[in-house]
């Protein structure tokens, strides 16, 4: 099924508007017309499926180390397995061009119980076309057999909508399109997603599907949606941290479903509520160096607007009976602790007081909101890296336990909140822990998932 320069341009605009391009769609209206893999259990032995694989890992020394989501994919590429397809697994490897995927093929390949090759060199990006020598390959391959290509971000075809706007996309469409239809082509036809955390706008995983004939979610990729993210829809309570601003607006897209009661926040996300209760309430408060224009071009500065922003949501917010709880106090660069920065103070972690007010609210939620609430946790409180920056999410991570113990489901984002989780507590102290950050916060929050938009589209043509 070719896709056209004209209709790749149409498919890219609807994935660059995001939550414009279809503002009434939910989440489930996008998981409710996306086949899932047994929908292709009809596919013969021998066709050839192109896997779009979550193979973004560090494989450690032994299964178990470090392939989480790789041993996601294990389901999913079993029963391709055991069907007789042989699939070509794709995907990227962190962010620089130069990563190679060739420990993840090695350990696809333990995983699986047999040899897995990598495959360099598979795509052109001067001619836009793939390879000939892979096409052969797997023309030659045997049934059931396995094949990795190497990390797609070598190619500047897979990064090109990172930073596209509309007006470029006469410009990149007929590319995109060769490179789609040279996917089918040459590679396969059939198309499945099992990349759960690969929320961006990569090629492989938004534009790939325009020109496949039938398309597919991944078993586990459809679990996570299908099972746990259902359950933080309807949650009670939201964890918002870290130093993206932009939370913001994840906050009021869960804010407006209408479940909410309370709202925990720290980092940028927590200065910006922080300043708006001062606005609101006549006790105005300094962000410090966060609010100076001077730093515009770092990521924790907080404009004008974001905090009017902030002052919306509150308001709303509290109209709806939202409790928020936000720091009381900060440790500044030099590990000193204040309840008020001055104009240069950068907040880089919560403080003593700020630890205790966070505990004293959970206890809070937990003797009122009673068996069968949610929580939903994203991010870390501080630059927990650093051991001086550390106290404020080494003494949160605790507190989530604390509330599965008292009943509560408790869901972590993934990204760096289960990286905290893995360092300060144990897997069984929340219900569940995702392993993606950025995809379930689309997910949760303001934006809709860009490959559950192109998997739409490809289903629905």
């Known amino acids: 099924m070719a896709v056209s320069d004209a209709s790749l341009q149409t498919w890219c605009e609807t994935l660059l508007r995001g939550r414009a391009a279809s503002p009434d769609m939910s989440l489930n209206d996008y998981l409710g017309a996306i086949p899932r893999l047994e929908s292709l259990a009809d596919l013969p032995a021998g066709t050839p499926v192109l896997v779009r694989g979550d193979v973004d890992a560090k494989p450690g020394a032994t299964i178990g180390e470090g392939d989480i989501r790789l041993r996601s994919m294990v389901e999913s590429l079993k029963y391709g397995i055991g069907k007789g397809w042989k699939q070509i697994v794709f995907g990227h490897i962190g962010r620089e061009p130069e990563k190679s995927l060739d420990k993840v093929a090695k350990r696809l390949g333990e995983l699986l119980g047999c040899d897995v090759p990598l495959v360099d060199n598979w795509y052109d ?18 049934p059931g057999s396995v094949i990795v290509l190497q990390n797609t971000r070598k190619y500047e075809i897979e990064r090109v909508l990172w930073k596209a706007k509309e007006t470029d996309l006469p410009q990149l469409a007929p590319r ?45 990729a459809a679990g996570e949606f299908d099972g746990p993210m259902q359950r933080c829809l309807k949650a009670d309570l939201a964890v918002f941290s870290g130093i993206k601003i932009d939370k913001l607006d994840d906050m009021e897209a869960m804010i407006a479903r209408g479940t909410i009661k309370q709202i925990f926040a720290s980092g940028s996300l927590a200065m910006a509520i922080r300043k708006a209760i001062g606005q609101l309430d006549g006790a105005p408060i300094s962000l410090g160096a966060a609010e100076d224009p001077a730093n515009s071009g770092a990521p924790w500065y907080i404009p004008p607007a974001r ?17 928020f709880t936000v720091p009381c106090d900060s440790v500044i660069e030099d590990g000193s602790t204040k309840d008020e920065l001055s104009p240069r103070d950068q907040q880089l972690d919560i403080g003593p007081k700020s630890i205790k007010h966070f505990s004293e609210a959970v206890g809070t939620f937990i003797e009122n909101a009673g068996k069968g609430a949610v929580a939903f946790h994203n991010g870390v409180f501080g630059v927990f890296e650093d051991p001086r920056f550390e106290a404020g999410t080494k003494a949160w991570i605790p507190e989530l336990k604390r509330m599965k113990q008292g009943g509560v489901e408790v869901y972590v984002g993934g990204g760096e909140g289960g990286k905290a989780l893995e360092k300060y507590g144990e897997p069984d102290w929340v219900t569940h822990c995702f392993t993606a950050g950025g995809t379930v916060l689309n997910a949760l929050g303001s934006e809709p998932v860009p490959y559950l938009v192109a998997l739409h589209a490809a289903a629905r043509t």
Do not use: H
């Open 307 to 323: 905090v009017e922003q902030a002052k919306a949501i509150v308001a709303d917010g509290r109209e709806k009976g939202i409790t």
């Open 176 to 220: 995109l399109a060769k490179f789609a239809n040279q996917l089918a082509e040459k590679i396969a036809k059939v198309y499945v997603n099992e990349a759960f955390s690969a929320g961006s706008l990569d090629a492989s995983s938004v534009v790939a599907p325009a020109s496949m004939e039938r398309v597919a979610l991944g078993r586990y």
């Open 125 to 142: 990006d001067a001619t836009g076309e793939v390879s000939d020598s892979l096409t052969g390959q797997i023309a030659t391959a045997a």
